[in-house]
């Protein structure tokens, strides 16, 4: 499979997705992608400028939307978009897997500001949703389906 998926099937006035990875990073960094691939083209943005971001929750869904919303206010506040993303995820304790740990994201973005002819532009991203909302562990891989709000 690829990074990420759309579905086509799930939501008729959003963008719905299912995106994995070999790890949490992986599958954050994937989520983020597709994010930034209904905005616009992420191949033609360049990682120009970066972008610090710190989060920490006890859950690891919860992490997620807060990843996917904190990238979504970036882009209105600067008025970037983003298409490298390099995470680190960690808990006080020895498994990544058990909710009720203390999850901790720091991350850092990369990419440019908008530039409507360079981009491709294509529809705007205004949320995050939690409709259908899931992340889950599947023999070897993350998954996580999202449905964004545009």
């Not at 990875?21 to 990682?47: D, H, M, Q, R, Y």
């Not at 120009?48 to 919860?62: A, G, H, Q, Y």
């Not at 882009?75 to 995470?87: E, V």
């Not at 529809?123 to 545009?150: G, M, P, Q, R, S």
């Amino acid at each position: 499979m690829p990074k990420f998926k759309f579905l086509d099937d799930v939501a008729i006035a959003d963008v719905a997705f299912v995106a994995e990875g070999k790890n949490l990073e992986e599958l954050f960094s994937n989520c983020a992608l597709a994010t930034f691939e209904v905005i616009a083209n992420t191949k033609k943005v360049e990682p120009k400028k970066s972008v610090t971001i710190s989060l920490t929750n006890k859950n690891l869904d919860r992490l997620l939307f807060d990843w996917l919303s904190e990238l979504i206010y970036l882009k209105d506040l600067k008025r970037m978009i983003f298409s490298k993303f390099d995470i680190k995820i960690s808990s006080p304790k020895a498994s990544l897997e058990k909710e009720g740990d203390e999850y901790k994201l720091k991350a850092k973005a990369w990419g440019e500001g908008i530039d409507y002819k360079k981009h491709q532009i294509r529809i705007d991203v205004k949320a995050v949703t939690y409709h259908l909302f899931e992340i889950k562990k599947d023999k070897n891989k993350w998954k996580a389906k999202i449905i964004l709000d545009v």
